[in-house]
T-cell receptor, first 115, second 117 residues
Framework: NAGVTQTPKFQVLKTGQSMTLQCAQD?????MSWYRQDPGMGLRLIHY???????DQGEVPNGYNVSRSTTEDFPLRLLSAAPSQTSVYFC??????????????FGPGTRLTVT | AQSVTQLDSQVPVFEEAPVELRCNYS??????LFWYVQYPNQGLQLLLK??????LVKGINGFEAEFNKSQTSFPLRKPSVHIRDTAEYFC???????????????FGQGTTLQVKP
């Protein structure tokens, strides 16, 4: 199993540009989520999904869109990049039941800089 | 409002001393609680978790945590720390926080543990 994969690892955008951060998992996890990590702020939940076709907003959803057309993929779209979106982005996934339920598997992260 | 709160942003401690990292959660429904560790320039690794059962949970690397429902707390403890424990530690809670009726995982702000020789 590859686990949770994220692409790209690094990205530099100009203000106003759009892009999609890719996330995929091969563990058949129902739950997938996106976090951003900023110094002193911990990990803040952007969007999450409890299954294909079901998404919901987290703590900081503004400026981001998601969709979940398959169990495996959960892309995060930045609609019009702003310097405030400079951050490290983590994708995570987990089961929703069982003894391993809710235990998150994290991707390696995407470091995004918006100039 | 923050649903998982870590009260200390930094905790300095000498090697071989005991340490406790504080974590409180706010929720009117049952939660599942986790501690994750992030070493410099690395991703997050699960230390331990509380889903149900015994309130004292043991994890990897000699860490343990105790779920206290009345105090809505889940402090992380280690009786004797090592230099290699220097890292950032995150408390996280799974629950239906706020107005949402869908479970989600919320993290605290993180605590940097600095172990000094």
């Amino acid at each position: 199993n590859a686990g949770v994969t994220q692409t790209p690892k690094f990205q530099v955008l100009k203000t106003g540009q759009s892009m999609t951060l890719q996330c995929a998992q091969d563990m058949n996890h129902e739950y997938m989520s996106w976090y951003r990590q900023d110094p002193g702020m911990g990990l803040r939940l952007i969007h999450y999904s409890v299954g294909a076709g079901i998404t919901d907003q987290g703590e900081v959803p503004n400026g981001y869109n998601v969709s979940r057309s398959t169990t495996e993929d959960f892309p995060l779209r930045l609609l019009s990049a702003a310097p405030s979106q400079t951050s490290v982005y983590f994708c995570a996934s987990s089961y929703l039941t069982g003894t391993a339920g809710y235990e998150q598997y994290f991707g390696p992260g995407t470091r995004l800089t918006v100039t | 409002a923050q649903s998982v709160t870590q009260l200390d942003s930094q905790v300095p401690v000498f090697e071989e001393a005991p340490v406790e990292l504080r974590c409180n959660y706010s929720s009117s429904v049952s939660v599942y609680l986790f501690w994750y560790v992030q070493y410099p320039n690395q991703g997050l690794q699960l230390l331990l978790k509380y889903l149900s059962g015994s309130t004292l949970v043991k994890g990897i690397n000699g860490f343990e945590a105790e779920f206290n429902k009345s105090q809505t707390s889940f402090p992380l403890r280690k009786p004797s720390v090592h230099i290699r424990d220097t890292a950032e530690y995150f408390c996280a809670g799974w629950g239906c926080f706020g107005s949402s009726n869908t479970g989600k995982l919320i993290f605290g702000q993180g605590t940097t543990l600095q172990v000094k020789p």
